[in-house]
């Protein structure tokens, strides 16, 4: 998997989960970008990208996410362990 | 030491200039503020203390006299409150190089655990110990066993609750690998303790404060305005605003099987005034202060009166807390139970926000208030969507105002349940809003004073709702500047209030 | 040409406030004057007296009470002698108009807790009562059979629940039925009468909490004093005054609960008046009866003191609390022991 094949899933999946119809999203995108992503929504992106690769991601590791491409960093990390 | 007392101002003028006198020792200022820091905490915490006491009217002879004089109450008190302040911030310290040597994660896990028992242990010891025995007490009496209870007699130190959440951040960012390890022992101690932030917040992160410990500092005189401005603007708030109103909110609230239920509603929501006032204008006279010697401490008030929804509410009010809260509690339950979906997040806003509410006081009536809040924000989680659906239906302004009204006036109601203080005041108080007395005349002439000063105070704010305080008038003409801290000077300074001085509600935290 | 007008509006706006702060260092209520006089010990206090330039800080009190120090015992016998001399005048007026005067030992420092000043006031008031021919009414036996948290707010303070201020009533309302034909023969005409028989500011309605955290209602009439309803002339009911301290005050209690609301009520045929005010002693019922109070054209005058009136008759205490503070000038042996007092509490 690369990085742009993961950040077009994410997008998709984002775009699900916070009813939006357009969203570009880039590996320096972060929450403060996106209207809609706070604390209270974060938890479900997170919890939707799990579910869609089929990973479980740990406490420490989400919280060190600064932006969306360490989101997909750690995806692929993750799939290819 | 009160920050609107005149030994404050002589202390800080003290502090002030040798600090700034030291700029090119950053170790020897980061000592003076240590000591300041630790002095100050003694002034504070005891205000009844009679070495304190002395020490606040700069009697020091006499209060070295009085120290020296024999192992009497007073002086243990003190030994014991400044140990407190220094083992916690100590052991974190200690327990932050310990947990970031470790690589095993199982021995970190175990480490972290220790930590938090021993931290939030001894806030609990000092601060519900009390509660939870009698709580369970009184569950037992009413079941028919018989146990007599006398309460112990633990006197809660002064910020305990403040720098134990401070340091208790700081051990899981260590644990979590979001922050290296303190390195220096005094700026970390010294970071902890100081003092514009310790008896009230904001509750700092070492994150955010500590590099400033550890960076050298710069004088600029840009900053010393704003610092200056922000302390006056707080002054202002609590000696003029709140001060004028607390005395009629504590009166009715004392009277709660006689006041008027009228009174009873006009007293919380002038109560909504008051504890802005006093908190926001306590905050802002720590970040000015911190200021004034070159820090910068975390926002903690972004004109919470002005949200739309509670959810808005809790990101502009009492904002370290939240965020504190959010990080340390929220985030950790929301993300452990994320399978439950929007469900999860209810739970984890509910559980979080009442353990938010008992923080600020041992009482049931603190939980609930707490339980109150995370019932409507897991409210507001669930019915985003149709919101957004009435929002768009009518007029934007109308959607505007009317949310705002709806959680100011929510927000009134939790604090008649938090200031009731037991649940049977708050059982009096509500049976007097349920009766006829609800339809007499309010005593408006007792707070037509705090109620006009409010006014202005909304108007101001409103205008300046993008600035980062009240009176924070740094693009603007020298001449509408200075007239405007004269103004305000000359207001704090005619009040009456000045001469009764009531302590900071959030001194008992 | 900019700097200029920068320079000039600074001016203006330092003085502005120099001024402001200046006016208000003359207002001795406010606390501006009480932090520019009070907190450095170098400079010289704006409420001097008599060209001496030292700042009379220290209150003693019951070290004045100290039968082993010979400066004491003289102290003392000066502000005994004051207190006599004031209570004495006050009698001596208040029988020329033939009002009937009743004097109230009222305190709740009592039995157990009764302090030096009040057991050697209570012992000197009552020799003079005797000798002047005034009753004495002790309150002290309607007190005792009570814990002292149920009629005072003690331990927060010592002054009267609404409890105690209905046991006061009770009392007082047995010596007013008493007394209840005595009539005053000293009248005023309008014209010569003040606006203000109090020394309350007029027409208040606002909270207090006198710095105790017990918020109470005080209401004042149009001419100073604290009742709900105004006095007229010529009088049609008999009135009855009652004057003191912070006793008679009956602080932390709304108007309606007050000792005086009390026997007004027990009384619709009389007026019962209050013009009693925290930390006055005997100099002040005096001016406040000479200046105001004898207006009211009372019949009867309850008249309250204890022993620490007699400690407050002290030239440093009178010169903080008196209403006539600017009158205040201390004898030589007040200042001596003075100068004795806070040499003792620097070595001490």
Known sequence: ?81 | MLFTSFSFFIFLAIVYVIYWSLVKFRKAQNILLLLGSYFFYCAAAMPQNKIAKLLFNFRFDEAWYSFLKGFDESKWHMLQLLLLLWLSSSFAYFMGKTIGRQKKETTRKWLMALSATVHLGVLCYFKYFNFFVQSFVDAANTLGWQIIFSPEHILLPLAISFFTFHVLGYTFDVYQETYEPADDYIDFITHVAFFPQLVAGPIERAGHLLPQFTNKRTFNWERMESGISQMLWGFFKKTVVADSIGKFVTYVYANDATSSGSNVILATLAFTIQVYCDFSGYSDIALGCARLLGFELLKNFNFPYFSTSLTEFWRRWHISLSTWITDYLYMPISFNKRSWGKWGIVYAAIISFTLSGLWHGAQWTAALWGLMHGIVLGYEVLTKEVRKKWSQSVPTVLYSVCSAVLVWLFWGLSQLVFRSGSITKLNALWARICSESLFTMPYFSSVKDGLMWGGLLFIVEWIQRKKEYGLDLQNTNYMIRWTAYAAIIVIIFSSDNLNNQNEFLYFQF | MKLLLRIIFAGAIAGGLLYFFWFKSKDSNSVISDTVTSEKVDMSSTMATEGSTMNYELIPRDEIYDDNDSLARATLQVIKERYKMYFESFVKDLRTSNIQVVFCWLTTEIGDSETKVQKVGKKYIKELCAANNVIFLDFSEIFMPYKPQDITYMPVDGHLREKGAELVANAMAKVIKQYTNSKSTQTFPDAGRPALFGDFEPNLDEIRDGGKNLPYRIKTNSQGLRMDYELTFPKKKQRVLLIGDSGFFFPFLDNDKTGTAKIQAIFPDKEIVNAANWGYSIDDYVTLWNERAKYIEPDIVLLQSTGDDIADQFFSHRLKYSRNKENIKPTDIEKAYYKHYSDMQMGK
């Open chain 1, 1 to 81: 998997m690369t990085q742009e094949e993961v950040l077009a899933h994410v997008t998709e999946i984002f775009k699900t989960v916070l009813k939006k119809e357009q969203l570009s999203l880039t590996p320096e995108t972060t929450a403060v970008d996106v209207e809609g992503w706070d604390s209270l929504t974060h938890v479900m992106l997170i919890d939707a990208v799990e579910t869609h690769y089929k990973v479980k991601f740990k406490l420490n590791e989400v919280i060190k996410f600064n932006n969306v491409g360490d989101l997909c960093a750690c995806v692929i990390k993750k799939l290819s362990a």
